[in-house]
């Protein structure tokens, strides 16, 4: 039976992973050089360079560096985001690659446009043979919804992995290959690249992705404020969880301000007392 041997290959996912595989970097000999030559002397308390950054920037509006306020960074960046005065923040930059997202996710991630970066993966090029799918928690909870869930992206992976294997030996014939705008003499990679692009239709919603995202500190707080509400998607709720607890270890001045309130279901979402920065 290919359904319940597809069935026990297949791989469930609930949990997305994040991964910060890059952030800000500080050229603190050029920042000393610029103060040098304008006569000031000046260090932030902050190691983090994103915080140094953007209190930087900051203080270049005012050029307020021969007389800062007292309470270091912390302050001076709460001031900030209590003032509003966000465009400051986007001069804070981190790289994350997030795996065991559902497209689903994605197609409201990439929603996030000023600020952020995407490069997904592409189902053109990459087999999508090896069932990785994404279930709602509301559903694994469920045994009855499970099994209906299950049964569904098995039957989908099923037809896609029947329509790859049909469509490539179908092209491997002149006249079919010429139908589909491809070279008569198309090689085997060309043949299942133009395969997988049309077997793809079928796949659902909960096909595992995995995407590379670039994102500033005011893009982020925004990010983590619609999608950590309790109105967003569960799902992507989830993630916005998981990047915050990255982002108050990372930069605590930056993101220190989110709490999570405890919701009815289990979950929690993210509040700060400072709204669109």
Not at 8 to 35: A, C, N, W
Request: glycine residues 6%; aromatic residues 6%; negative net charge.
């Amino acid at each position: 039976m290919a359904g319940a041997n597809l069935q026990q290959d297949l791989r469930v996912i609930t949990e997305p992973t994040v991964y910060l595989v890059g952030k800000q970097t500080l050229v603190d000999s050029e920042l000393d050089r610029f103060l040098d030559d304008h006569g000031v002397s000046w260090e932030s308390d902050s190691e983090v360079a994103a915080e140094v950054v953007t209190e930087t920037a900051g203080r270049v509006c005012y050029m307020s560096f021969a007389k800062p306020r007292p309470g270091g960074n912390a302050a001076y960046l709460g001031h900030i985001k209590e003032v509003g005065h966000g465009s400051v923040l986007e001069h804070a930059v981190w790289n994350f690659i997030i795996t065991g997202v559902s497209r689903t996710l994605t197609h409201e991630l990439v929603r996030h446009r000023a600020g952020f970066g995407f490069s997904q993966l592409s189902q053109r090029y990459v087999d999508e043979s090896v069932a990785e799918y994404v279930e709602p928690d509301v559903i694994a909870g469920d045994p009855e919804l499970h099994a209906i869930w299950l049964d569904s992206v098995t039957h989908a992976h099923e037809a896609y992995l029947k329509l790859a294997e049909g469509l490539n030996r179908k092209l491997a014939d002149p006249q079919a290959a010429a139908a589909a705008m491809l070279p008569a003499d198309a090689d085997r990679t060309t043949r299942r690249k133009a395969a997988r692009q049309a077997a793809r239709n079928v796949l659902p919603n909960a096909t595992e992705t995995k995407i590379f995202v670039t994102a500033n500190a005011r893009a982020l707080r925004h990010f983590l404020e619609q999608r950590g509400a309790a109105a967003a998607e569960p799902e992507i709720r989830k993630l916005a969880g998981k990047m915050l607890d990255i982002l108050q270890v990372e930069s605590p001045n930056l993101f220190g301000d989110y709490v999570r309130v405890p919701l009815p279901d289990g979950t929690s979402e993210l509040q700060t007392a400072f709204k669109k920065v």
